[in-house]
């Protein structure tokens, strides 16, 4: 094992494709923890959406950065960057393993490899001049400029996230240098003695996987929440939480400007889209060693 490194299991992948119960074998295996690398699962009363690990899951490992904030506040890869490494660090200090879960490959990224995306790398009034652009010619034209500075960052984001989107073109004109060199560029550093795992389904499995899982949702009271969320005062089309795939087609639903059936579709294919955006941010690394889950028991007994 390296010197100095801190040892880190990272069960990373797309949606639905089982990285939540193979953390938890590890950690039920070694006595490890789990800190969450998911942006929406921070957020609390938002739990069936988000697929956020049940009681009966939390209670099997320890998990860490799991409702953390309120749906209403802000938060950012800076931010979520201290706060694992703060966590990956406290377990380890205790004799445990910990393990880093989740799909949002950008917080997986900013964490094993050190980026260094800092506060000082902001600047208010280009953000409001993006946000401004975004409202006047639409969301496709900021992620259009997007393309064109880091295709790569714009293949992973969808152009209606735009808060991510305008972040990524902040971060070029600010520092000269797009999101996706920034990562790359330190990729070769990581302060961790990493085991980096992602379960590789073929693609008609993780799709049907994927609508399995919405149709879940459903059954375990997805409407209901967002109803909640709503009576909350957690509506505004303005809050990253309430952009997230689920979330805003439901609220569309509830304000009639879909039927159920229509509503069912979307999550369903922009779940699959997202997917498919992940599969590509998570191949481009060569460090995840990617398992059929035929292989899964297998590795589970090497730790």
């Not at 039927?259 to 889209?273: P, T």
């Amino acid at each position: 094992m390296t010197a100095n490194k801190i040892p880190l299991t990272v069960v990373g992948g797309p949606t639905a494709s089982g990285k939540t119960e193979l953390a938890i074998r590890i950690a039920e295996k070694t006595g490890g923890e789990i800190v969450s690398a998911d942006s929406m699962q921070v957020y609390k009363y938002m739990d069936i959406g988000s697929a956020k690990p049940t009681p009966a899951e939390r209670a099997r490992a320890k998990h860490h950065l799991i409702d953390i904030i309120y749906p209403d506040e802000s938060f950012n890869v800076v931010t979520y960057t201290s706060l694992a490494n703060d966590a990956i660090a406290d377990i380890h200090s205790r004799g445990r393993l910990p393990i880093l879960s989740g799909g949002t490959g950008m917080y997986i990224n900013a964490v094993i490899n050190a980026v260094g995306f800092s506060e000082s790398q902001s600047d208010t009034a280009m953000r409001e001049e993006l946000a401004a652009i975004a409202a006047k010619k639409g969301n496709e034209y900021l992620h259009n400029m997007l393309k064109t500075i880091d295709p790569i960052a714009a293949e992973r984001l969808h152009p209606n996230d735009i808060r991510r989107v305008a972040r990524a073109i902040e971060i070029y004109k600010t520092t000269g240098i797009t999101m996706t060199q920034h990562i790359e560029n330190s990729a070769s550093d990581s302060p961790y003695s990493l085991t980096y795992l992602a379960i590789d389904h073929d693609r008609q499995t993780l799709y049907d996987r994927i609508d399995k899982r919405v149709d879940m949702m459903f059954s375990q009271g997805l409407l209901d929440e967002v109803k909640q969320l709503l009576k909350m005062g957690y509506g505004s089309r303005n809050l990253t939480s309430m952009q997230a795939i689920g979330y805003k087609e439901v609220v569309d639903y509830l304000r009639g400007l879909c039927s159920y059936d229509d509503m069912v579709d979307i999550i369903k294919r922009s779940s699959r889209q997202y997917a498919k955006r992940q599969l590509t941010w998570f191949r481009r690394d060569k460090r995840v060693r990617w398992i059929a889950p035929s292989e899964i028991e297998k590795v589970i007994d090497e730790f």
